[in-house]
C-alpha cells in the first residue's frame, strides 16, 4: 500500500534520525519533509513506532497516511508538487 510520511520536527538531529528511518523502508523523499512509497502493513507500524521512539510528541508531530491506489491517481498536484533536487525522474514515473 502507498504511504505518506509528512513530519514537522523541531530539533535537527531527531530530524534527520526520522529521514534515515524513512529512508530504511525504501521511502522516496519527495520534499524536505515529505516521503513517499509503498509498504506492508507491518511496516507502516513498525516505521510509526520508530519515528514514535525518536520524536518529543510535546512538540514534534509525524503524520503516516497510508493511501490506497485508487486514491492515489485522484491527487491534484498543483505548481512544483516535488522538489526536483529530491526526485528523479524515476521516482516520478513510478507513482505517477
Known amino acids: 500500500m502507498l504511504v505518506w510520511v509528512i513530519y514537522d520536527i523541531s530539533d535537527t538531529k531527531k530530524r534527520t534520525k526520522v529521514a534515515k528511518v524513512c529512508k530504511g523502508y525504501g521511502l522516496y523523499r519527495v520534499q524536505l519533509s515529505v ?3 509503498t509498504l506492508n502493513s507491518n511496516q507502516i507500524d513498525e516505521l510509526a513506532v520508530r519515528c514514535g521512539d525518536i520524536i518529543d510528541e510535546e512538540v514534534d508531530s509525524v503524520y503516516v497516511f497510508p493511501m490506497c491506489e485508487e ?3 485522484k491527487v491534484k498536484l498543483l505548481g ?5 533536487d529530491l526526485v528523479s525522474d524515476e521516482v516520478l514515473a513510478k507513482f505517477f
Open 35 to 37: 516521503f513517499l512509497g
Open 71 to 73: 486514491d492515489f491517481k
Open 80 to 84: 512544483q508538487a516535488f522538489d526536483k
